[in-house]
C-alpha cells in the first residue's frame, strides 16, 4: 500500500495524524494519551467502544470468563464491559501512557504492555477478547489480525473493530478472509457498526472463533 492509496486528509487532524503514521506509533499515543477522552469521546464522539462492546455483550453471556481488552488505550471498552458485569478483565497496549491512564481507571486485573505487531505469547490463553480501534490506516496491518487472534485459546470468541473508511479505502474484506484461511480461524460475522459519528466514519466489526 502507498500514501497515494488512500485518502485521509479529510478527517479531523488528529485523526490524520494517527492514520498516515507508521513510524513512531508508541511515542505518538503516548503524547496523547492526556487528551485522547477529551479529544476523541467529546469532541469526535468516537463510540467504538460502546457499539462493540454492545456487539461483544451479545454474544458472551458468562460475565465470568477471562476477557482481554486489545489495545485497551485509556480503558474506555474496558470500563464500559465492567458496567455490563465482566469480571475478570486484563487489557494490552503498547502505549505505556495510555495503559497509566487505564490503569487508574480500576476495572482491570493486569495491564501487559505489547505490540501488536508482533506475536504475544502467553501461558493461559484468554477465553474471549475486545479489541477496539486497533486496525484503520497504518500499522498494525490486517495482515497482523492473527497476533490479536491467537491471545484466545482455540475455540474462544474474539471482537474486533476495523475502521470502515479504512475497510473501504483498502478493500479490507478479501484480506480479511484471506488471513482468516491462512492462520485457520473462522469469521463468523462481519457487523456494521457506529465508530467515530461526527466525522461520518463507521466500522466493521469482525466476530472471529479461533
Ligand atoms: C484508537 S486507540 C483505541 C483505544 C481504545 N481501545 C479505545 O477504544 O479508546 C488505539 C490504541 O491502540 C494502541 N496501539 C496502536 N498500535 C498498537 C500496536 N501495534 N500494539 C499495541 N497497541 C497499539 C494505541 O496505543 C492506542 O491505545
New binding site residues.
Partial sequence: MSKNDIDIDRFDARLAA?YGRDQD??Q???E??AS??AD??DDLD?V??RA?GDIFAGLVEDRSLRVL??????????EYLRSLGYQNLDG????R??LALAEKRKVYDRLWQ?????AMDLEEPYDCL?????F?F???RIT?LHHVVNCVAPGGLCVI?VNGAAWRQLSLEAEVYRVAQLHEFEIEQIVEAEYIRQQGIDSRVLVIRR
Avoid: N
Fill in positions: 494517527a506509533k508508541q505518538q499515543y503516548d496523547w494519551a485522547y477522552d476523541l469521546v468516537y467504538a467502544w462493540a481488552d486489545v489495545a485497551c488505550g485509556t480503558g474506555l471498552a474496558g494490552a497496549d503498547f502505549s501512557e495510555m505489547h505490540d501488536f505487531t508482533t475486545l479489541c477496539v480501534g486497533l484503520a497504518a500499522v498494525p497482523d473493530t
